[in-house]
């Protein structure tokens, strides 16, 4: 089935430093692919996604890359405020369905 | 109120006993799903229905029942509870209607089975 890698698994930047996240994915009809963020007791909450036909979006200061042939996607952050200090999950589309692969999860601190 | 509500927030049980999770969404979404979160194994999915009528496992679905009692209602059961079972649990929604294929979650459930 499919599988998603994340990396790295924790991230600890400078305020005002850029941060990456990358995943990998294995399936190729993998079509939809979210990024959640997770604060501290609450769900995951959607961030940005980006679909197979786009290769980057961006909304202010975060942004997520595709690369379809190599399969993987990240996620920068830049100008890191300490309000950005979360576990971030990647995902990914099983085929054609609404039913998302997450992974592991990074979990990122700014320090001021 | 939140959209998608979980009940309970904490909950603490003994092995072998029944429990069961709630959910319910206002979303007027038509999907949802349960999610387990484990400490460096991310969100892995235990069921999934995407309509009052249809219910189908996930990738952990043993030891783990659901049902899907209206649209806006989806329930987690575990039969005989045990400690690897201690986690935190989340529902999810979405809408087969919309473009976007995001997901709605709840604020989560912490079980510990002891």
């Known amino acids: 089935g499919e599988n998603v890698e994340q990396h790295p698994s924790t991230l600890s930047v400078q305020e005002g430093d850029s941060a990456v996240i990358k995943c990998t994915y294995s399936d190729s009809a993998s079509n939809y692919f979210p990024w959640y963020k997770q604060e501290l007791g609450k769900g995951p909450q959607l961030i940005i996604d980006i679909r197979s036909n786009v290769g980057e979006k961006k909304d202010q200061r975060i942004a997520v890359t595709l690369n379809k042939t190599a399969k993987h996607f990240s996620l920068h952050i830049t100008e890191t405020q300490p309000e950005d200090s979360a576990v971030y999950f990647c995902a990914a589309s099983i085929g054609g369905f609404q039913k998302l692969v997450f992974g592991t999860g990074t979990r990122l601190l700014v320090s001021p | 109120d939140a959209d998608v509500t979980q009940t309970p927030r904490n909950r603490i049980t003994k092995t072998g006993k029944r429990i069961m999770l709630e959910c319910s969404q206002t979303?007027?979404?038509?999907?949802m799903y349960w999610y387990r979160q484990d400490p460096g194994l991310g969100l892995r999915l235990i069921y999934y229905s995407f309509d009052v009528k249809d219910i189908n496992k996930g990738e952990i679905s043993d030891g783990y029942s659901v049902s899907r009692q209206a649209q806006a209602k989806f329930s987690l059961s575990l039969e005989s509870a045990i400690p690897n079972q201690t986690a935190l649990y989340f529902c999810?929604?979405?809408?087969?209607?919309?473009?976007?294929?995001?997901?709605?979650f709840g604020s989560g459930t912490r079980l510990t089975v002891v």
């Open positions: 979303k007027g979404h038509d999907r």
């Open positions: 999810a929604t979405s809408d087969s209607g919309q473009a976007g294929y995001g997901y709605t």
